[in-house]
């Protein structure tokens, strides 16, 4: 996964005649070369892509929106953000408007030109390679009144949003990995160009619109289109064998609706109300902009969920996506202070860093699978274990892992017999089809489930002996320690009258020597203490010593039992081997 910034370009479109009518002047001028622009006296701004008021559709779509169109087709998903005030070009930009539909021309915009493209690039690639398969889906969501709304669907848009229930199907959801997807969205398989543009047209039919006093076509709604791609592709892995990739990606087209002043639109009634959602749902976008790009919040709560465009643009606006904002502005002087604001939003947006990473489904066998799963069981439990602190394991617990080690044995056990049996199978078929060119002398190959299954029974056997000579070692310990602790007890139950009777004997035997002084005396009593000090830590020794033998030993039988059931398991599968080649 890598970290990428939002690309931001700048398009300023030409002033309409109504403003030119109205001598407006224009207050943004471009600095030739350079992605930069001025705005008033003192204010200047640089993105990543600046359009002056006469720059044609092919060059915004070459410049900003072909290197999106190459990461969408390698698995990157993709955004094309159009943000801007009522009236400031962003549904021409995009290219969503029915004019474009019927016959192609220069004014086509951003969604038709990467449509075509997108089609010309997969023909070819299949063409060049049989294995390659691809398939299109599309989706066309508007997001009016805060409510979303499948324009695809006709159940959806025949019943107008004065019926709130008819609107509630689609909604928000978010999987394992954090990603967003919407359910209850119609998606449309596509064949070919023609059959993308005619839904995109259908789609565009069934978006609302209307007129105010800044824009005689005005959206009420912002409009979602997106193309979901699905590869196969063929590649080889680090051993040389061919396989197939698959890849699923997702390119979001999203057309927003502008921001208005009542006091300039003059609305009313229910275009007053679109007016409030439509500000209410920028709103918060710009808060969700400003926390992203201020570095000072990035740790802070990003506010998502303040509103469902934002919960809509949660991946394309630091998440997993490449994604363009393509800012439109009016250069008229009357509109000053949308364009500033548009201006700032749009350069807070390139602070915006996007983590994102190629968009591959795992195809491994049911095999692989299988032990994948079973490797992140065993390491949620052994985390389980971890977060509890417990040193040792109660009996339920041991009982569990039994139960899941025999399990496991049963399952890869009876994996093994499947595939001893495929390979058995077609040893029989090439051994008839090779068999008079081979002859009688024929060597047969081992299978290798079956040279590793000997291997482990090899390995067990190694292990039981060497489990019974360590057993053995143990029971003779505890032969020489019972003997040795035998005198030990006799001499400590002594009576006192036969320690009298030792001592007179002692002295009869004695032999006559001069006086003793009394150092040697001190010292003869040390080695007696001493003696009796050391009989008496050897017991101890020999009595916690055989406490810690007998549990031992117990470990020692519970091994035993274990290595012998897993050498009878193996042994019935080779014996099933046997039966087989016979």
Not at 11 to 16: D, E, G, I, K
Not at 262 to 277: N, P, V
Not at 281 to 296: C, H, P, R
Request: with cysteine.
């Amino acid at each position: 996964m890598t970290s990428t910034a939002v690309r931001v370009g700048l398009r300023v479109r030409p002033l309409t005649e109504k403003e030119i009518v109205n001598n407006c002047t224009e207050c943004i001028s471009c600095i030739p070369d350079a992605p930069q622009i001025l705005i008033g006296a003192d204010k200047s701004f640089t993105y990543d892509y600046v359009f002056h008021s006469k720059t044609d559709q092919s060059k915004v779509y070459q410049q900003a929106a072909s290197p999106l169109l190459d990461k969408f087709i390698e698995g990157f998903n993709a955004t094309i953000l159009a943000y801007g005030q009522t009236g400031s070009g962003k549904t021409y930009s995009m290219g969503t408007t029915l004019n474009n539909m019927e016959n192609r021309s220069e004014d086509e915009g951003i969604v038709p030109r990467c449509i075509i493209k997108l089609f010309e690039i997969l023909k070819n690639r299949e063409a060049q390679d049989s294995e390659f398969k691809y398939e299109v889906y599309v989706s066309f969501l508007e997001l009016y009144n805060e409510e979303f709304i499948d324009l695809l669907n006709n159940t959806h848009s025949s019943k107008r949003r004065s019926q709130s229930q008819q609107v509630t199907e689609v909604s928000i959801r978010e999987d394992i990995t954090g990603q967003i997807y919407w359910s209850g969205v119609k998606e449309e398989i596509c064949y070919s160009p023609g059959d993308v543009l005619n839904f995109l047209a259908q789609g565009s039919l069934n978006r609302t619109t209307g007129s105010t006093e800044m824009n005689s076509v005005s959206s009420r709604s912002h409009a979602i289109f997106s193309i979901l791609l699905k590869q196969q592709k063929p590649q080889e892995d680090e051993d040389g064998k061919r396989g197939m990739k698959s890849l699923s990606s997702k390119f979001h087209f999203v057309d927003l609706a502008g921001s208005e002043r009542l006091k300039r639109t003059h609305a009313q009634g229910d275009r007053a109300r679109e007016g409030i959602a439509i500000n209410s749902g920028l709103l918060a976008l710009g808060n969700v902009i400003s926390a992203l790009g201020d570095e000072t919040r990035k740790a802070t709560h990003i506010p998502y969920r303040d509103s469902k465009l934002t919960r809509l643009l949660q991946d394309s606006l630091g998440g997993n996506s490449q994604t363009l904002m393509l800012a439109c502005v009016s250069p008229a002087d009357t509109n000053f202070q949308e364009t500033l604001s548009t201006l700032k939003y749009a350069n807070r947006a390139r602070n915006i860093k996007n983590r994102v990473s190629v968009n591959q489904e795992f195809a491994g066998s049911s095999v692989e699978v299988s032990q994948l799963k079973a490797l992140v069981s065993k390491l949620r439990l052994e985390l389980a274990e971890l977060r509890t602190g417990q040193s040792g394991d109660s009996s339920e617990r041991q009982d569990m892992k039994a139960e899941i080690l025999r399990l496991t044995t049963e399952r890869d056990t009876l994996l093994m017999e499947r595939e001893l049996g495929e390979w058995m199978r077609k040893t029989e078929d090439d051994t008839e089809a090779g068999s008079e060119s081979v002859g009688s002398h024929r060597t047969v190959k081992t299978h290798p489930v079956i040279e590793g299954h000997l291997r482990t029974i090899q390995d067990l056997r190694d292990q039981l002996e060497d489990t019974q000579r360590q057993l053995k070692t143990i029971q003779d310990q505890r032969l020489l320690l019972q003997k040795f602790t035998q005198p030990v007890h006799k001499k400590l139950t002594t009576s006192n009258s036969t320690k009298r009777h030792v001592s007179r004997s002692s002295k009869m035997r004695r032999p006559i020597i001069t006086k003793s002084t009394s150092a040697s005396q001190r010292k003869k009593y040390k080695r007696i203490s001493k003696a009796r000090l050391a009989e008496v830590e050897d017991e101890g020794y020999v009595n916690d010593f055989q406490e810690q033998d007998i549990v031992r030993h117990d470990e020692v039988k519970e091994s035993i039992a274990k290595v012998r059931a897993d050498i009878r398991k193996s042994l019935q599968v080779l014996e099933l081997v046997k039966v087989s080649q016979r």
